[in-house]
């Protein structure tokens, strides 16, 4: 059964820095692209960050560019968002997915909150 479990989200204020994860299972967590999104209340689900899976390609959308660090421990199974210099506007849930075997899977996703 393939599961994705994200962890690490918490509020915290704008400049400040947060590290998600990703805990993944039921799949070869090296074998496919882990993807970070993000959705805002109101506003549509985002792409965030993509690693590919080897983490040979990564992207990231732009107004997270410089400040976001996508990374992933194959040995673990874990995929990382690393966040940093936070704004207001990136205040969302965030959830890693993946598609395996043509079928999308999503986390239950984790709250952060940048707040004053």
């Known amino acids: 059964q393939v599961q994705l479990v994200e962890s690490g989200g918490g509020l915290v204020q704008p400049g400040g820095s947060l590290r998600l994860s990703c805990a993944a299972s039921g799949f070869t967590f090296s074998s496919v692209a882990i993807n970070w999104y993000r959705q805002a209340p109101g506003k549509e689900r985002e792409l965030v960050a993509t690693s590919t899976r080897a983490g040979g390609s990564i992207n990231y959308a732009h107004s997270v560019k410089d400040r976001f660090t996508i990374s992933r421990d194959n040995a673990k199974n874990t995929m990382y968002l690393q966040m940093n210099s936070l704004k207001p506007e990136d205040t969302a849930v965030y959830y890693c997915?993946?598609?395996?075997?043509?079928?999308?899977?999503w986390g239950q996703g984790t709250q952060v909150t940048v707040s004053s």
């Open positions: 997915n993946t598609v395996y075997r043509g079928r999308p899977y």
